[in-house]
């Protein structure tokens, strides 16, 4: 079974600071996933990452993807309230099911 | 084009009874998943199918869980009998035959079982 491990699994900040969390396993995915979930929602697809190495900005988002594609980062740049929600990166192996992290819960306060 | 589509949003039962949980997915999508969603132990896996066949349901928790789909647009996921420990978030996701891993989830079912 593969395990991604989110760090940090909390997090609360100020508007307009930076942050970066992190995804990480033992295991080699063939791509990767980040979604956002917001309170009595269900989670929303924010990108796919596939090659090793690649970094793909989402406006104020940047994902990257680790050489060995193992792991992943998402870093947000000046936050802001609406990007408060649990953020829950994936790991797909080609076998059809993708793994989920336990995600990072992100609270931006005005 | 309407997402995919849960019913109900939320419901509320007694330890016992059966709980019958409805998804429809995006049209064309070749790919279901059901989750189930809990603070203790997160997005879990319980079971998806493609081309409405049952690929891998290792994550159905035990007998008491079942899930069909009878056909391309409709699917359940059945509880019978229910017991508190099943009180979850039910998320039912749907992806497209080629991008398996670009899962669109649905609104959820907050089952709460007394």
């Known amino acids: 079974t593969q395990l991604l491990e989110q760090s940090p699994q909390f997090l609360s900040i100020q508007e307009g600071e930076n942050l970066t969390v992190y995804c990480n396993s033992s295991s080699v995915f063939s791509s990767l996933q980040w979604y956002r979930q917001e309170p009595g929602e269900g989670p929303v697809l924010l990108v796919t990452?596939?090659?090793?190495?690649e970094v793909k900005k989402l406006k104020r988002l940047t994902f990257q993807f680790g050489d060995a594609r193992k792991d992943s980062s998402l870093h947000i740049t000046a936050a802001q309230p609406g990007d408060t929600g649990l953020y829950l990166c994936a790991g797909d192996t080609n076998a059809g099911k993708s793994t989920f992290g336990d995600g990072t819960t992100l609270t931006v306060k005005p | 084009d309407a997402g995919v589509i849960q019913s109900p949003r939320h419901e509320v039962t007694e330890m016992g009874q059966e709980v019958t949980l409805r998804c429809k997915p995006i049209s064309g999508h070749d790919y279901l998943f059901w989750y189930r969603q809990t603070m203790m132990r997160g997005l879990e896996l319980l079971i998806y199918f493609n081309n409405n066949v049952p690929i891998d349901d290792s994550g159905m928790p035990e007998d008491r869980f079942s899930a069909k789909m009878p056909n391309a647009s409709f699917s359940t996921l059945k509880i019978q009998p229910s017991e508190p420990r099943d009180s979850a978030v039910y998320f039912c996701a749907s992806s497209l035959p080629t991008r398996s891993e670009t899962q669109y989830f649905g609104p959820g079912t907050r089952l709460l079982v007394l």
């Open positions: 990452v596939v090659t090793g190495g």
